[in-house]
């Protein structure tokens, strides 16, 4: 069975690839935007295959339909590609609008025109709740107001495809909030790979304390949580690629599905300077910050219930925040020693 993995050579996707190598023919499609070539052969190690990749910007509508024509046998597909900084969105709304919106309805066209059967599987994000109501999240909390253009596509593309689900028979869709993933692969070939600067506050601890970069700002410190910072759901990148397969599974298993939402978080709220403090304690390594600014943008507080994926899915977290935050240093060990 082939699966369709676009942005597969990113972050998520990479992890997610490994986790379908032994049952799928794996078809990877990105543009590199936010990756780099190289992943592809860390995969082709990892999973002991040669997977298929093809090098498309999945905003040409016209190398999407010759990539249909050419793979018109794809069954299953999960859909990564997008453009991922809240802050990047923030200055550049229309370069977000168009990249992430236009390279959905691509693909959706093409399965409607071709009349394929498909399984989807959309990567949505708990930056669709916003600023939430109650904690922990969950699915039925109130959709308001985006905090910011990333987080608007997000809630536009969950909106597309239910309304593409309600008039294309033979299309099961779901959509996986997720909330922080962070970690690598225990293989230590894969792991998060920033392009420029680092944005997610994991490689940026582990730069900082690397010396990549100068140190890291904590942004804001006086909000009205338990230590005045942030607080997220920090889920490990492994976990959060196996509830793909658990997705497809009830897709392949269930007909009529017409985009369920799932969070896929650990059900925890860990606050910036726990964060912190774990990473200390786990790397014994000492993490230097400086407290700054709010960030237009951030939420104060969010962390998942993640019961529905649990019960519906039969997927559960199992590797922990400590496993997360070590091999995410053990990764950033790795990449210096093979630069
Ligand atoms: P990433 O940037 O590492 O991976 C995305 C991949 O998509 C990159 O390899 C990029 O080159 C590719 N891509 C982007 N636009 C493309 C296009 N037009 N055509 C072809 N390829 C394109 O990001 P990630 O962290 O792996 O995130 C994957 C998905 O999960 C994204 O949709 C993101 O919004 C979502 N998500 C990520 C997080 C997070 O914290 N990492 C949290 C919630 C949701």
């Given at each position: 069975m082939k699966i369709l993995i676009t942005g597969g050579l990113g972050y998520i996707g990479s992890h997610t690839a490994v986790e379908f190598s032994d049952d799928y023919e794996i078809l990877i499609v990105d543009n590199l935007i936010n990756s780099d070539i190289s992943v592809l052969e860390s995969l082709n190690q990892i999973t002991k295959s040669n997977i298929i990749f093809e090098k498309v910007d999945l905003t040409d509508m016209i190398s999407v339909n010759k990539l249909f024509d050419k793979h018109?046998?794809?069954?299953n597909i999960i859909h990564f590609a997008a453009l991922k900084s809240v802050e990047e969105s923030l200055k550049y709304p229309l370069k977000y609008y168009h990249n992430n919106i236009t390279s959905l309805v691509n693909i959706l066209s093409e399965i409607k025109k071709r009349k394929m059967e498909i399984n989807f599987v959309f990567s949505s994000s708990?930056?669709?709740?916003?600023?939430?109501?109650?904690?922990?999240?969950?699915?039925?909390e109130k959709i308001k107001e985006a905090l910011s253009p990333y987080a608007n596509t997000k809630q536009i593309c969950e909106k597309i495809l239910t309304d593409f689900s309600k008039i294309c028979e033979n299309f099961n869709a779901l959509s996986l909030r997720y909330f922080n993933p962070i970690g690598a692969h225990k293989s230590l070939k894969i792991g998060e790979r920033p392009i420029?600067?680092?944005?997610?506050l994991v490689p940026i601890i582990t730069q900082s304390v690397t010396g990549i970069r100068n140190e890291l700002i904590?942004?804001?410190?006086?909000?009205?949580t338990h230590d005045g910072s942030c607080i997220r759901d920090y889920i490990h990148v492994s976990d959060l690629a196996n509830a793909h397969i658990c997705a497809l599974k009830y897709l392949e298993k269930n007909n009529n599905i017409k985009n369920e939402y799932f969070n896929i978080g650990t059900g925890i709220g860990t606050s910036v300077f726990t964060l912190i403090k774990s990473f200390e304690k786990v790397t014994g390594q000492k993490v230097n910050f400086k407290i700054g600014a709010r960030r237009p943008g951030d939420a104060i507080a969010a962390y998942s219930d993640n019961s529905k994926a649990i019960r519906v899915l039969n997927w559960k977290p199992r590797l922990g925040l400590d496993k997360a935050l070590l091999s995410a240093w053990n990764w950033e060990k790795m990449k210096r020693i093979n630069n």
């Open positions: 018109s046998d794809i069954k708990c930056a669709v709740y916003g600023e939430p109501i109650s904690l922990p999240i969950d699915e039925n420029g600067k680092a944005q997610n904590v942004y804001g410190d006086d909000y009205q």
